[in-house]
């Protein structure tokens, strides 16, 4: 009976607050929330906020956008790219980060693009090297893939792409550069 009384108590509740937009707007609000998940482990989010702002620093994301080579690119990471390999600084950790702008759009090309990089960024994809025992597994790459806002882009499945990305699983970040893991992970060249 207890039981009972509390659920139609719920029931009051539910329709005390469809009646009112506000709160309504806050659930769907929470609900797309709910669906944003971190990825792969606990701190990813703070720490891809964390290493965006270095990255920043040196205009590698961010308002003004270091200048490297636009080239064309190949499936999955966009029509024109650009990646540039440095190297910052994240709390205690000083690692080699590699930086790749995706860039696209209407009228998108490498001339247009060396014009005007902060027009055509879709994507930024970086691969950051942790601490030491970060993800033995992989050589201790942290795997992010930003919106031009700095933003997380989150997979088909509402995962947010910061850290040890899909880990274990068949298919995206870490799955797919195991293909050249004798090369540190790395596709393209390696300065
Ligand atoms: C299906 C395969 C595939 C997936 C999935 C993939 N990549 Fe890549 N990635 C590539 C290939 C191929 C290149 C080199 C060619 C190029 O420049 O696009 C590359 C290049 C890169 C580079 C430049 C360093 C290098 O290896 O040359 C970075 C950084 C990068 N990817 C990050 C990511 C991140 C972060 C994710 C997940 C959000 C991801 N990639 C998912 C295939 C993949």
């Not at 994507?123 to 919106?147: H, I, L, P, Q, S």
């Not at 997380?152 to 792409?161: I, Q, S």
Request: with cysteine; net charge positive.
């Amino acid at each position: 009976m207890k039981k009972f009384m509390s659920f139609r108590k719920a029931l009051a509740a539910t329709a005390a607050i469809a009646a009112t937009g506000v709160v309504l707007t806050g659930l769907t609000i929470g609900d797309a929330r709910s669906q944003m998940k971190a990825c792969c482990d606990d701190g990813a989010v703070k720490y891809s906020q964390d290493l965006w702002a270095a990255m920043a620093k040196t205009g590698l994301v961010g308002k003004s956008l270091k200048a490297d080579k636009p080239y064309k690119g190949m499936a999955p990471h966009g029509a024109i790219l650009e990646t540039i390999t440095s190297e910052v600084t994240v709390g205690s950790q000083k690692g080699k980060v590699i930086v790749k702008r995706n860039y696209g759009g209407e009228g998108v090309s490498i001339d247009s693009v060396s014009k005007d990089r902060g027009k055509f960024l879709k994507a930024v994809t970086v691969m950051f090297k942790r601490e030491k025992g970060y993800d033995a597994d992989n050589n201790d790459w942290f795997w992010v893939k930003y919106k031009a806002d700095g933003s997380l882009h989150t997979n088909p499945k509402g995962m947010m792409l910061a850290g040890r990305v899909m880990k274990g699983a068949d298919k995206g970040c870490i799955a797919c550069h195991a293909g050249v893991k004798d090369k540190d992970y790395i596709f393209g060249k390696q300065n």
